[in-house]
């Protein structure tokens, strides 16, 4: 069990959430961001699987790893939480998701194809989550 992250995905009405994506996921390239900023988001994929019936799910890692957990399921936003480790048990929220539309336009107000987008954000727990898009 010391080598296990494990626990359970729920929804807001803590009801275990079957069937979701769960993935423990390594970024080599951030603590090396000047060396490489290219790089930043390049991520490994250590171990994944899928919830229980449930909502449980365990992954096997190496011992002293710290990894970012993602979890997604159909119908809600997905959530990457930073600097889990194996031993821990987890409790994971998902909200319910929803899109965001986003419109580029020129300087003469013409609709612009093949834009590049990227979008992050950082909370005060140090979790990050980044998307990246094309219009």
């Given at each position: 069990?010391?080598?296990?992250?494990?626990?359970?995905?729920?929804?807001?009405?803590?009801?275990?959430?079957?069937?979701?994506?769960?993935?423990?996921?390594?970024?080599?390239?951030?603590?090396?961001?000047?060396?490489?900023p290219q790089?930043?988001?390049?991520?490994?994929?250590?171990?994944?699987?899928?919830?229980?019936?449930?909502?449980?799910?365990?992954?096997?890692?190496?011992?002293?790893?710290?990894?970012?957990?993602?979890?997604?399921?159909?119908?809600?936003?997905?959530?990457?939480?930073?600097?889990?480790?194996?031993?821990?048990?987890?409790?994971?929220v998902l909200?319910?998701?929803?899109?965001?539309?986003?419109?580029?336009?020129?300087?003469?107000?013409?609709?612009?194809?093949?834009?590049?987008?990227?979008?992050w954000r950082?909370?005060?727990?140090?979790?990050?989550?980044?998307?990246?898009?094309?219009?």
């Amino acid at each position: 069990p010391d080598l296990d992250l494990h626990g359970v995905v729920v929804d807001t009405s803590e009801r275990g959430i079957a069937g979701a994506r769960v993935a423990a996921i390594a970024y080599p390239w951030r603590r090396s961001e000047l060396l490489a900023p290219q790089r930043y988001g390049e991520e490994r994929v250590l171990q994944e699987t899928t919830t229980a019936g449930d909502g449980s799910f365990r992954l096997r890692l190496v011992r002293g790893a710290s990894v970012t957990l993602r979890v997604e399921a159909t119908g809600f936003a997905r959530r990457e939480i930073v600097g889990c480790q194996a031993g821990e048990r987890m409790v994971v929220v998902l909200s319910s998701g929803h899109a965001l539309e986003i419109f580029v336009h020129d300087e003469a107000g013409d609709g612009v194809s093949g834009a590049k987008l990227r979008f992050w954000r950082r909370d005060d727990l140090g979790s990050f989550d980044a998307r990246t898009g094309e219009t």
